[in-house]
């Protein structure tokens, strides 16, 4: 049986919790509290939040559990392999790969969309072209490019220095969220009655709030960056269901904050009607000045600082995994032969996404909201295996452990995960995706179609002790010539 190249084991709690919560925390935190409070008010859009933060740690027990009994690269991957075999595995890598590559492509073109509002002079430099409206310069480019390739080169130098660095921008974003809240509720112009009325009055509350929910996994997307990582663990694996507890937490608790830091500043309607570019940006401008959008700014690009590495470092992982089980191609399994990152996966997300500022920002758009199926794919696979995983009692001879709350919660997990695809792909839903990203969405099936009919040779020649071997590092007896294609452990239904 072919070695197996692993990771080293340098990625401390801290970090972990930094690389969960600071991937769930990027631009939209600072860019659309306006939008959401137009979808439900201000009390409206913090209980949906809330509520879709209790939903995500619905879903989080599963990932905890399994973490802890596979803690290998690959997360969601491996869980899909595990519980349905190689195909699905494919499947759920497949998709879940372009989402974490847009991720990191929409956080670069983030920051060049805070230096349009911030330095404007700077970014739109050198018109080049209009794009559905968006009108296209070199200065944003190039912050989006240098941004890319800063932090693919901070990457490659080793987990230990992404980790640190992802640590050190968490803590700088709590702090200034916090203290520019705090600012915002005690200035002398604002007022605690600009929240009123809580919900939004043009749109039945419960609406508002099931809108808000919808959100969840693109707005909490970052935990699931976890167990991409569980290979590097110098902790005990139990202790990440802790840590993600802990990063939803502190992510809802930062949306809400924006949302009050926007809404106390003046009556949230007359903002929601005025229409800004950029709500938020406005009225901290104008209660705080320019201390205000130095804060501002500063907690902006922790957010987007925070979400690039976290995603350079899930994708990366996430494609080693995938070339350590040949179903993309081995080379995205080697490491670097000095600092031991997976430095191929880096370079291709970093290539791929250079791309993507010349496109402007509203293409980008339609892709990621493309790719919020691929994540709410992996909450899917990941709670229905470890629903599998367990029996609700002793009835029946099984090797499944008993734990009939753990099977409960799973359940509940794999049906948020399916209510969630539905709201992005059932028509009419209040989160249904549009044309252009369907058509995306639909391109990128076909693509992955062909590439599996292409590999599908090689990849189901590959005995199953042999991935079992490279995707859960599990060592069985190589009986190839017998095998038959069943899930890597035996989860009946």
Known sequence: MDNRVQLEKTFKPQWIWAI???????????????????????LGAIIGLGIGAILMMIIAISYGVLIEKYPVSGGEFAYAYLGFGRDHAFVCGWFLTLGYICIVALNASALALAGKFLLPSITNFVFLYEINGWQVYLGEIII?????????????????????????????????????????????????SNLKPLFNPSVPTLSGIIAIIAIAPWAFVGFDNIPQAAEEFNFPPKKAFN??????????????????????????QQLVEGKPIWGTGDVVSSTLGIIGILLLAISLCMGIFTGLNGFYVSTSRLMFAMGRAKVIPAVFSKLH?????????????CAVCLIAPWFGRPVLLWIVDMSATGVTIAYFYTCITAYKLFKWNESGPSEREVAPVKKFFALIGAISGLAFLGLLLIPGSSSALGTPSLIALAIWTVLGIVFYLFKRKEYHQISKSKLDYYILGKTQPNNDSNESETPPVHLDA
């Open 337 to 349: 032969p000095k600092y031991g990152t997976p430095y191929v996966g880096i370079i291709f997300t």
């Open 243 to 268: 840590l993600i507890i802990y990063s939803l937490i502190v992510a809802a608790g930062l949306y809400s904050f924006m949302i009050i830091a926007t809404a106390v500043a003046v009556p949230w």
């Open 144 to 192: 989006a490019t240098v941004a890319l390739i800063v932090f693919a080169y901070l990457n490659m130098k080793g987990a230990s220095l992404s980790g640190n660095l992802q640590y050190i921008f968490c803590i700088i974003l709590v702090a200034g969220v916090s203290l520019l809240t705090i600012s915002m509720i005690l200035s002398p112009t604002s007022d605690l």
């Open 20 to 42: 969960a919560l600071g991937s769930a925390i990027g631009w939209g935190c600072f860019i659309l509290p306006t939008e959401w409070m137009g979808m439900a008010g201000p």
